[in-house]
């Protein structure tokens, strides 16, 4: 079902097109989420909460933009915040950010990866919030950079910037690490 | 090998990096809609204006209350400072309407209007009466103004 029949029908009836929507996007909104968290269930609360919020304004709506341009940008701020959050949380704690997120990843029962790639996931975490955006959309889910600057509202050109500068700190990381 | 397995530029499908490595428990997109159904659901019922409303309730009742507590001390408070003013200071009420009386009678050209024109009486017109002139004083000037007044 295209994008048009979803609106369409989530006009006739909120509550079935809404569930359209769910059924179609939530897993690709997932794993995009969970590629800047890592953990399951913070995925599972930022997911929701995105979710909620196409909710409340599915109705403003006006098909301007694609509608999963749209979705990504949703869950893509919800995820920010998110990490903006957290961050500022653990500016206040005593332990040290490095080895939290090593016993983060360490810790996650949905984490199957070998040593490497585990390494790959901590370097990731290292990276500020927005890079880590850009790294994840470019590198894993290979978004054009015209559809990051849709959902992230940045010009290309600061886009092609930052991700430059994550790849160069991951490689970096990587190299120290091993 | 190792220099390979690090250059992140080569880090395509065959270094396995872009392979997912996580997991999710089972059957958790079947219970996701759900989910967000029941947490939709909540949050329409629990919404800024239902959590508002109790306190606003609240605050309202207790508004009224002093509202209606401040309206009958104003009006019990004033009608008692009101009944005192009158018995302690009656005389200044009174010696105030004296002054005006005074004022307007006793000033030379009130006088002298009153003497000229109003009792004066032109040619064709016949004089009033004397008990014209005390039913007309009557009338118009209480006690009070007209003990004030001094005729000369």
Known sequence: MDDKELLKLYKENNHYGFNLLVDKYSERLYWHIRRMVLSHEETNDILQNSLIKVWKSLSKFRGESNLYTWLYRIATNETLTFLNKKKRASFFSLSDNSRAIEEAVASDPYFEGSEIERRLREAILKLPERQRAVFTMRYFEELKYNEISEILGTTVGSLKASYHHAFKKIEQELKESI | ?152
Do not use: C, H
């Not at chain 2, 909540?42 to 919404?47: A, D, L, P």
């Not at chain 2, 002093?66 to 009944?83: H, P, Q, T």
């Not at chain 2, 200044?92 to 109003?118: G, K, M, V, W, Y």
């Open chain 2, 1 to 152: 090998m190792m220099e390979k397995r690090f250059e992140i530029n080569k880090m395509g499908e065959e270094s396995g990096f872009r392979k997912n490595p996580f997991t999710i428990p089972d059957g958790y997109f079947d219970t996701l809609k759900e989910s967000v159904a029941n947490k939709i659901a909540y949050k329409e019922r629990f919404s800024l204006w239902e959590i508002i409303k109790p306190q606003l309730a609240l605050i309202s009742t207790f508004a009224a209350i002093f509202l209606f507590g401040y309206i009958a001390i104003s009006i019990v408070g004033s009608k008692m400072w009101g009944e005192r003013r009158d018995s302690e200071s009656g005389t200044q009420l009174l010696s105030q309407e004296l002054i005006e009386a005074r004022e307007f009678f006793l000033e030379p050209r009130t006088i002298d209007f009153l003497n000229e024109e109003q009792f004066s009486v032109s040619e064709g017109e016949q004089a009033p009466t004397l008990e014209e002139l005390i039913a007309y004083v009557e009338d118009n000037f209480d006690l009070v103004t007209l003990s004030s007044v001094e005729f000369k």
